[in-house]
């Protein structure tokens, strides 16, 4: 919602008043740019409340209502123009006339004065309002602890409806004024926070006053990775809370939905409706792909509803210098990891002083280009110096044969097998970004340093810059040197090279292992993985773009 959309008579739903008198940030995070992530806490939350979400019993209209008369309603839906909210109500009793909201909670009472904090006293107040307004008589209400099985009475007295109505005013304003507040400052209520990944409390105020290291909070296991199928004539079905993948008929495998972040198909590949639908309501991404790898589009549901950032996107999307800003840090960052990348595995005669210097000195270069044109040329040369010297990196055996005889960067199609491997993990690793800039709220489409061009990612490319060397580069430099990946792997044909099938496999295992690698973060000191680390990277180019902080910062391996 931005400030076309919140007028005075626009209801706020009642729960988003609880979050911003718990903290604003989280309310106009969840109601403004609608953005949602589950937890824990938010989980067995909608386990507690599955018996009251389930509509249930009727309220009688006020006047009807008899004071012998006793009844429960549950799931009731109910709102009030003069205030301006709208309410969901997991349970109304009515008993003698009087009818009493009772609001579900998954924990245990807290201890103190009041027995319940201001948060969920407000939320519930507000419902009284909303049927005291529809005529009932409703001098009090309940919280039940579902954790404590206790069920304690708040009234509805004068400083709690005053509290009330100015957070509700105060709500509103928040989100008529189209600025998002600022994120609270070494708090305790971040860590358990749902949407702690999406905030970025402690990773913003280092930014602006590097005082504390970042608690590490935006870290979680990765319990959900992503599903390729690339077997000719496989079909994906949906069975139970499975997928289940056949070929020809044949049993072949079995994936659990609750364990997919990603479904990713390959070719021939048959997926059929229900098993479509059922990913669409989970928000697990299809990623369509040709049967060599190259990234064709994905399916997913509807589009983020985050508007404020796609209109900042487009907005500096147009500001020349703001994308030379922009672009200046996806190259330099990309340099300096090749750069990095050189030093640690050169297998060449002697240490690469002169080139690491050289290498150097193009990063350096990348701050003085005066636009877009000239940094394209400063990366091309800094790619040719790359490239001329990347088989120094790969392992050759004592009889001085060069299995891997790489000459140079070439594609399209790619004409011997580290090229092939190369081109295959750059189609993999823009298929990553490309879902990941979906789900959090970007246009892939519309980029600052690759021009836009019909049908192509320039988003997702200009992003992956940095992570080309430390994640594909990195991929097949191991791969070959570790023996996963023979030069018997390969298809060459027309002057064209491609992995056959097996080698296909064995490679998407190795970007899969690498992406999941967890490293100390070069800026905020936590451990995280690299597929984390993609998301993370894109948050800190919203919060730039919207400006909470002042500079991208790209990730440079140490």
Not at 36 to 64: F, M, Y
Not at 124 to 140: T, V
Request: proline fraction near 6%; charge should be positive; include cysteine.
């Amino acid at each position: 919602m931005n400030k076309a959309e919140t007028p005075q008579n626009t209801l706020i739903p009642v729960r988003m008043i609880n979050e911003y008198v718990y903290c604003p940030r989280l309310a106009y995070l969840e109601w403004v740019q609608a953005e949602w992530a589950e937890s824990s806490d938010t989980i067995e939350g909608g386990r507690v409340h599955k018996k009251v979400d389930q509509p249930g019993g009727s309220l009688p209209e006020a006047a009807d209502l008899h004071d012998e008369q006793s009844m429960t309603a549950r799931s009731v839906m109910m709102s009030s123009e003069k205030i301006g909210v709208i309410a969901r109500f997991d349970i109304i009793e009515a008993d003698h006339g009087t009818v009493i909201p009772v609001d579900y909670k998954k924990g245990k009472r807290p201890h103190t004065a009041k027995k319940i904090y201001d948060p969920e006293r407000v939320q519930l107040c507000l419902q009284g309002m909303i049927l005291a307004e529809q005529g009932y008589r409703c001098p009090e209400g309940i919280i039940y602890f579902h954790g404590s099985r206790e069920r304690v009475k708040i009234n509805f007295d004068d400083e709690l409806v005053n509290l009330a109505l100015s957070a509700v005013d105060e709500t509103r304003k928040m989100a008529a004024k189209g600025v998002i507040p600022e994120p609270l400052a070494d708090s305790p209520k971040c860590p358990r926070c749902s949407l702690v990944e999406i905030c970025l409390p402690d990773e913003i105020h280092f930014f602006k006053q590097k005082k504390f290291r970042p608690r590490a909070i935006a870290v979680k296991l990765d319990d959900v990775l992503p599903v390729y199928v690339q077997s000719y004539r496989a079909k994906v079905a949906k069975k139970g809370e499975e997928l289940d993948i056949t070929v020809d008929g044949q049993p072949t495998a079995k994936a659990r939905l609750s364990e997919i972040s990603q479904l990713v198909l390959m070719g021939n590949v048959y997926l059929t409706t229900p098993a479509m639908h059922e990913l669409l309501r989970r928000g697990i991404p299809v990623s369509w792909c040709s049967f060599g790898g190259w990234f064709l589009g994905h399916s997913t549901g509807s589009w983020h509803k985050n508007i404020e950032l796609r209109t900042a996107q487009y907005k500096i999307s147009f500001d020349k210098e703001a994308c030379l800003k922009l672009a200046g840090c996806f190259i330099k960052a990309k340099i300096l990891n090749c750069r990095t990348l050189m030093r640690r595995n050169w297998r060449g005669e002697g240490k690469p002083e002169g080139l690491l210097i050289s290498m150097k000195e193009d990063a350096e270069n990348v701050e003085r280009a005066s636009s877009l044109a000239e940094l394209l040329g400063i990366e091309g040369a800094a790619a040719a110096r790359y490239f001329k010297h990347f088989s120094y990196m790969i392992k050759q055996d004592n009889t001085k044969n060069i299995p891997f005889n790489f000459k140079g960067r070439n594609r399209r199609p790619p004409t011997d097998p580290v090229n092939a491997l190369l081109s295959f993990g750059y189609a993999m690793l823009v298929r990553s970004w490309t879902v990941t800039l979906n789900q959090t709220g970007f246009d892939p489409y519309r980029g600052f340093y690759h021009q836009p061009r019909y049908g192509r990612p320039a988003l997702a490319l200009d992003l992956m810059e940095a992570f080309r060397p430390v994640i594909v580069d990195s991929c097949v430099i191991r791969a070959i040197n570790n023996g996963e990946i023979k030069t018997d792997n390969f298809i060459c044909s027309g002057g064209a090279t491609s992995l056959k099938e097996p080698a296909r496999k064995k490679f998407i295992k190795a970007f899969e292992r690498r992406m999941s690698e967890e490293i100390i973060h070069p800026v905020f000191g936590y451990k995280t993985s690299y597929r984390r680390i993609l998301e993370l990277q894109a948050r800190l180019l919203g919060r730039f773009l919207l400006g909470e902080i002042d500079l991208y910062p790209d990730m440079t391996t140490r």
